[in-house]
């Protein structure tokens, strides 16, 4: 599946905010600059890529390069293993991820598909977990990827957690392109698959994302019924026609979602992202 191009702090607090640290975000934005396309980078070119000065750029890549999140050639920087901390830290004190790994092998031992866990960030899914199996897509997700939520299955699961006029404003303000022939990108149009997705519990994406590639997603609701979280199962298209798809696998991927809703803690903060 297409991967999202970095976007870092896209909706950050505004500048005149006096309890923002601006040398630490823009660090932060430097971290998440680095991607499969951009491995390694100049500091000129993590100053495009930031909208930063090249001087600025310079002086936070030196900084995280002496705190040992990057590695560099001297020329070029990347990513060095420190920085998995971060993502550490994130999977050990957020409790969604680690009790849907058993939930999703369970679903994969099931269903003999791949499946993944993601949760609203800016106007994007972000995955969180994936249970891989021998028939995964080979343009498969991996943790971390992002989707667009507008046209993905959980993306619209997502979207359709939130209130229809909440939904319909963060909709609105998204970039909606046609990634394929098949990708609905008008608002109201939308705003129907969202209404629809409510009334039956579940989103679809069929070959909208990519061409080739179904998909339908399930919420992951804690407690009090709010969605936090969504479960999909991704398929090709020349496996099975969606109706096929979705007789056969939803039922599988309603009881995953309400295994884990169930595991959920009573505390577990929303996904809703920015």
Not at 20 to 41: H, M, N, P, Q
Request: glycine letters at 6%; one cysteine or more; proline letters at 6%.
């Amino acid at each position: 599946m297409r991967q999202i191009s970095p976007d870092p702090l896209a909706a950050s607090p505004q500048p005149h905010d006096r309890n923002i640290v601006v040398a630490l975000k823009k660090g932060l934005e430097i971290l998440t600059c680095f991607g499969r396309d951009a491995s390694r980078l100049t500091p000129s070119e993590v100053a495009r890529r930031t909208g930063s000065t090249p001087a600025s750029a310079r002086r936070a890549l030196h900084t995280l390069l002496a705190s040992g999140y990057l590695e560099s050639d001297g020329k070029r920087y990347w990513m060095a293993a420190r920085t998995l901390l971060i993502a550490h830290a994130y999977f050990t004190s957020r409790p969604t991820a680690q009790l849907a790994q058993p939930v999703m092998e369970a679903l994969a031992e099931r269903t003999k598909e791949s499946s993944s866990l993601g949760k609203l960030l800016d106007d994007d899914v972000i995955i969180l977990s994936r249970s891989i199996t021998r028939s995964t897509l080979a343009t498969g997700l991996g943790i971390g990827a992002r989707l667009p939520a507008y046209c993905s299955s959980l993306g619209r699961v997502l979207l359709a957690g939130m209130p229809r006029d909440e939904a319909a404003c963060k909709l609105q303000g998204m970039e909606r392109i046609p990634l394929t022939p098949r990708t609905t990108c008008d608002l109201d149009e939308l705003l129907v698959l969202l209404d629809k997705c409510r009334e039956q519990g579940w989103a679809a994406s069929d070959e909208e994302l990519e061409l080739g590639v179904r998909s339908i997603a399930v919420p992951v609701n804690d407690r009090s019924g709010r969605t936090i979280a969504g479960l999909s199962i991704s398929i090709r298209a020349d496996r099975m026609r969606f109706s096929e798809f979705r007789a056969e696998m939803l039922p599988h991927l309603r009881l995953a979602g309400e295994s884990l809703s169930a595991r959920l803690p009573p505390d577990e903060p929303s996904g809703s992202g920015r």
